[in-house]
């Protein structure tokens, strides 16, 4: 079992002189608090609309991290995960809202699979391998750097959506 880190905080201030694990998961924490306040003040509507050619929405990149983090996280160190949308015969589910996905049950499925995550970092080592979906074997340390390098770059996809949507900017609520 992993050493839980001294510092996990979901705000405030970096762990300046923490552990690597410590500023691994602030880091992704970070990028997660992003994600979710462009979210805010959205209607389910503009949630679900697409203004780019690609088809992406708000809320599918958000089931698509969700569903992510719990595959990494999870399955790759053999730990339970609740149903993921994963369909090797289509491989655009994990970011398509059905019609009878609501907002709350996209932002809770992000929610858990966050919790399940966290849950993994802070149990277990960071030189602790697994197996991927396609059968690679990596570290605890490696998966943790991917996530926080696929939140970043889907945060940053969000970032534009919401400004084409509403003209809303920005990485954080400044007020």
Not at 78 to 91: A, N, S, V
Not at 102 to 116: E, N
Request: hydrophobic share 35%; aromatic share 8%.
């Amino acid at each position: 079992m992993g050493q839980r880190p001294r510092y996990v905080s979901r705000m405030g201030e970096p762990p300046f002189t923490g552990s690597e694990k410590d500023n691994l998961l602030f880091s992704l924490q970070r990028h997660r608090r992003a994600v979710k306040w462009k979210l805010e003040g959205v209607s389910d509507d503009d949630l679900r609309r697409s203004p780019v050619p690609s088809g992406s929405t708000l809320l599918g990149l958000v089931k698509h991290l969700a569903a992510v983090e719990y595959g990494w996280f999870c399955l790759t160190f053999g730990r339970e995960t609740e149903p993921l949308p994963f369909d090797d015969d289509d491989p655009e589910a994990d970011l398509r809202i059905e019609p009878h996905e609501t907002t709350a049950d996209i932002v809770a499925f992000y929610d858990r699979a966050a919790a399940a995550a966290e849950a993994a970092i802070i149990e277990i080592d960071l030189e602790t391998t697994g197996t991927s979906w396609n059968g690679t074997e990596v570290s605890m340390r490696w998966v943790c750097i991917h996530m926080i390098e696929e939140t970043a770059r889907h945060a940053g996809h969000i970032d534009i959506l919401r400004e084409l949507i509403d003209g809303a900017i920005g990485d954080h609520n400044r007020g």
